[in-house]
């Protein structure tokens, strides 16, 4: 079992190394602070000219859509130098005329964005850039302070004499100090314009926490109906087994008591005896066949879906083409539900759907986010399947909504159904696969079984 190793702090040395580029973001923002200086003054008089004059919009629709540009240049930025990733807003979730105009909830918080960008920018900009301006060049004063001319009294920023020795040592020595705090200071700088993005252009908190809840109250729901399905499948094994193999187990028992019993005196009647046992014997296996439908074959956890699809389409009573593309081995959950849905499915077409003939679909599509795999089953039947009538889609809908599956059932009255699954797809736990045997038929005997 292994445990996550949290990262070390960084010591003081390298966070005052890395502060470099939160000092060179900040610098950065003279130049970024003017062009939101251009996008905000295009936006506001786009805006007066549209509610003056309607012609706005030539000025407005461009300083918007270039405002949306400059907030994911930014956001970019921001990651590149600080680390901190931000997720812009989306603006998809609006109409077509709007998103093509600008005129969109994410492209107004964008040019909101550069004008605050305009203040702050500049302001932080011209701040750090004089600080370390200043400083490097009072850092550098004594390689050229002996150049410069003797008349009159020699002022730094017209503020501090530099006449005596003292003076000039205090200065340098409070440069440094600046220069050695900058970097640090920087970071906290940073922040603010990372805040300012974040309450700009990210992501709606309110929206998030809504989302969150829902998730939270889909999961909730899903798993107490994957433990009511689960709870209910062990119900039905438990009085299959009551009711059929137990039962005839029992009845084999005492054939086979009474036959030693009477093997002495009466071998005619102990042969018929266990004539009846062996019979009973073979019956019992196939009944433990049936009971064990559902639950995971051995030919599942040895070759994989499409094998196990291929050996169900040939016992179903209804002709069944199995379609499979480059599936290969997922993990034993997926597998497992997959199976369970695709035999699920058949044996309502056998049961109610009158159908002449079904198909079985599998894919594994690695271009939907996550990956999934597709199971679609279709027949030609009367249609009308219907989730609350009782033929077994509810608990199919319950398996696949545990793992965050999704299904999709279009059955019209008169047919055909067709039932769309998708399964988030995750590989296989292990590199090692068993060695591909030829599985017998899950629901005869073997040859052992039936001497």
Not at 65 to 88: H, P, S, V
Request: neutral net charge.
């Amino acid at each position: 079992m292994s445990t996550a190793v949290a990262s070390p702090r960084p010591t003081l040395a390298q966070s005052w190394l890395r502060g470099w580029r939160h000092i060179a973001f900040l610098v950065l923002n003279l130049l970024t602070g003017t062009l939101a200086v251009g996008i905000a003054v295009g936006v506001l008089v786009g805006s007066v000219l549209v509610v003056v004059a309607g012609a706005g919009l030539l000025l407005l629709v461009p300083a918007l859509w270039l405002g949306w540009w400059f907030a994911k240049e930014e956001l970019a930025r921001i990651e590149a130098f600080t680390g901190r990733r931000i997720i812009l807003q989306p603006a998809s979730h609006s109409k077509g005329w709007m998103v093509a105009l600008g005129f969109t909830r994410a492209h107004w918080r964008a040019a909101a964005y550069a004008a605050l960008h305009v203040l702050w920018g500049l302001f932080s900009g011209v701040l750090v850039s004089g600080a370390l301006s200043g400083g490097l060049a009072v850092l550098a004063m004594p390689l050229y302070l002996d150049r410069m001319p003797a008349e009159g009294t020699l002022r730094l920023f017209s503020l501090f004499s530099l006449d005596s020795t003292q003076s000039r040592v205090t200065i340098w020595i409070l440069a440094l100090a600046v220069l050695a705090i900058l970097p640090l200071a920087a970071r906290h700088l940073t922040w603010v314009d990372a805040t300012i993005a974040r309450l700009t252009l990210g992501e709606d908190p309110d929206a998030e926490i809504a989302q969150l809840s829902e998730r939270v109250e889909a999961l909730t729901t899903s798993r107490t109906e994957t433990v009511d399905s689960v709870e209910s499948e062990r119900r039905r094994i438990e009085r299959d087994l009551h009711d059929g193999p137990q039962q005839r187990l029992v009845a084999i028992a005492m054939d086979l008591g009474m036959a030693r019993e009477r093997l002495a005196h009466d071998p005619e009647g102990a042969r018929e005896l266990l004539d009846k046992a062996h019979l009973a014997s073979k019956e019992a296996i196939v009944e433990m066949r049936h009971v064990a439908r559902g639950i995971t074959p051995p030919i599942l956890a040895d070759r994989g879906l499409d094998a196990a699809v291929s050996a169900l389409a040939v016992r179903s009573p209804v002709p069944v083409t199995v379609e499979a593309g480059q599936v290969g081995r997922l993990d034993p959950t997926t597998e497992a539900i997959g199976y369970y849905c695709v035999s699920e499915l058949l044996t309502n077409v056998a049961k109610h759907s009158q159908a002449r003939q079904a198909t079985v679909r599998l894919d594994l599509h690695q271009h939907l986010t996550p990956p999934a795999l597709v199971i679609q089953v279709e027949d030609d039947g009367v249609g009308g399947a219907d989730p609350r009538g009782g033929t077994g889609l509810v608990g199919l809908r319950q398996r696949v909504s545990s793992v965050d599956g999704t299904i999709a059932v279009r059955s019209p009255t008169g047919g055909p159904t067709a039932v769309l699954i998708h399964l988030p797809a995750r590989p296989a736990t292990t590199t090692e696969q068993p060695t591909p045997e030829q599985p017998t038929t899950p629901e005869q005997p073997t040859p052992e079984e039936m001497r």
